[in-house]
């Protein structure tokens, strides 16, 4: 079984690595699976838990781009929906994917349903110097983009569809 590294940075200076199962790797866009592990609290989008610990990922990684895309699955297997990280970027040196988390998430349910989540941790994070206005910009922009994109149906990336748990 192949592992590849995820380092996940966020503002000011949190930093997460784990280990995570390859399922495919097509250099510029990573195909892995992974566990939802240390939660203190479920997610809940509208009312619905969508995350929680025991629930599993499979991750796409897009080197080079501006978001990530998790498909979520409960502990039985059930499909939740998309969860889409909005990032500064994603890099990669050999076994290695960096991102930068620029607090902005969006949620895309089975039905097509979507929220768009965090906008108060990234208010914050600007409101306390903690991120720049330019970072600030960046992360709307891209939530922007990729909502737009949701709306004509060009999101997420076919590969998306071709891979499960």
Do not use: H
Not at 139 to 159: C, L, M, V
């Amino acid at each position: 079984m192949r592992k590849i590294r995820l380092v996940y940075r966020r503002f000011p200076n949190r930093v997460i690595m784990r280990e995570d199962e390859v399922i495919e790797d097509f250099g510029d866009v990573i195909v892995a699976k992974s566990e939802f592990t240390g939660m203190l609290a479920p997610l809940r989008v509208n009312g619905v838990e969508v995350i929680n610990n025991g629930y599993k990922m499979v991750y796409f990684a897009f080197i080079g781009r501006d978001f990530d895309v998790l498909k979520i699955y409960d502990p039985s297997g059930n499909f939740k929906g998309l969860y889409v990280d909005v990032l500064d970027y994603t890099r990669r040196e050999g076994n290695t994917v960096e991102i930068l988390d620029l607090f902005l998430d969006i949620f895309i349910f089975p039905e097509g349903e979507y929220y768009l989540l965090d906008e108060d941790e990234l208010e914050m994070a600007f409101n306390y110097g903690i991120i720049s206005r330019e970072k600030l910009l960046k992360a709307y922009d891209t939530a922007e983009r990729i909502i737009g994109q949701i709306k004509r149906g060009k999101f997420p990336p076919k590969i998306v569809w071709e891979y499960s748990l």
